[in-house]
């Protein structure tokens, strides 16, 4: 059964980076037709698809988002990443990353918040 | 546009039928999928495609699609199907499955 797993500081400042990883396990990143991307939910709303990944390393990103986001991914780790700079109190969340194929979001992590504060 | 359009918060009697509907322009060309959220857990996707199923879902939950309108009916609701449903599907380019929609509440009575 496939796995994901989030990682990553759960408070970062105003204006820094946040950076998280999402761990793969149960089967491998390299498959060419999933792509492997970030979901978000700030606290009492709804989802925001952040962007997403292949294995071939073509990145799409939310538009609202894409000058601040940067996916990438390590398939010797079986593990994908994502930074965001320039956060602000707007960016807490809950992060999700989650494996997606041609219809839908399959497996999901169990998420991670992250907290914007001084 | 690659809004889709969600009621806040329907009701349903337990044991009966309840249909949670997401609206946008992107579904007269693609499918949607939908997510139930509980509270505290990660989302879990129920439907895909024309009308399918992971393996585990109850065959209570189906899917189906008419213009701008996709539907998510729930047969003969469980007090364990209360959650947030969310819809997703592609964005105007039609590339990204990269729009959500804002959700619907369901509270089973």
């Known amino acids: 059964?496939?796995?994901?797993?989030?990682?990553g500081p759960g408070l970062v400042k105003p204006s820094e980076t946040l950076s998280l990883t999402c761990t793969v396990s149960g089967g491998s990143i390299r498959f060419s037709s999933y792509?492997?991307?970030?979901?978000?939910?700030?606290?009492?709303?709804?989802?925001?698809?952040?962007?997403?990944?292949?294995?071939?390393g073509n990145t799409y990103y939310n538009a609202s988002l894409k000058s601040r986001v940067t996916i990438s991914i390590v398939p010797s780790k079986n593990q994908f990443s994502l930074k965001l700079n320039s956060v602000t109190a707007a960016d807490t969340a809950v992060y999700y990353c989650a494996r997606r194929d041609e219809q839908a979001w399959f497996?999901?992590?169990?998420?991670?918040?992250?907290t914007v504060s001084s | 546009s690659?809004?889709?359009?969600?009621?806040p918060a329907v009701s349903v009697a337990l044991?009966?039928?309840?249909?949670i509907t997401c609206q946008g322009d992107s579904l007269r060309s693609y499918y949607a999928s939908w997510y139930q959220q509980k509270p505290g857990q990660?989302?879990?996707?129920?439907?895909?495609?024309?009308?399918?199923?992971?393996?585990?879902?109850?065959d209570r939950f189906s899917g189906s699609s008419s213009g701008n309108?996709?539907?998510?009916?729930?047969?003969?609701?469980?007090?364990?199907?209360?959650?947030?449903?969310?819809?997703?599907?592609?964005?105007?380019?039609?590339d990204h499955?990269?729009?959500?929609?804002?959700?619907?509440?369901?509270?089973?009575?």
């Open chain 1, 1 to 7: 059964q496939l796995q994901l797993q989030e990682s």
């Open chain 1, 35 to 56: 792509s492997w991307g970030w979901i978000r939910q700030p606290p009492g709303k709804g989802l925001e698809w952040i962007g997403d990944i292949y294995y071939s």
């Open chain 1, 107 to 114: 497996y999901w992590g169990q998420g991670t918040l992250v």
């Open chain 2, 2 to 7: 690659s809004e889709l359009t969600q009621d």
């Open chain 2, 15 to 19: 044991g009966r039928t309840v249909r």
């Open chain 2, 42 to 58: 990660a989302p879990v996707l129920v439907i895909y495609g024309k009308n399918n199923r992971p393996s585990g879902i109850p």
């Open chain 2, 69 to 94: 309108t996709a539907s998510l009916t729930i047969t003969g609701a469980q007090a364990e199907d209360e959650a947030d449903y969310y819809c997703n599907s592609r964005d105007s380019s039609g």
């Open chain 2, 97 to 109: 499955l990269g729009v959500f929609g804002t959700g619907t509440k369901v509270t089973v009575l």
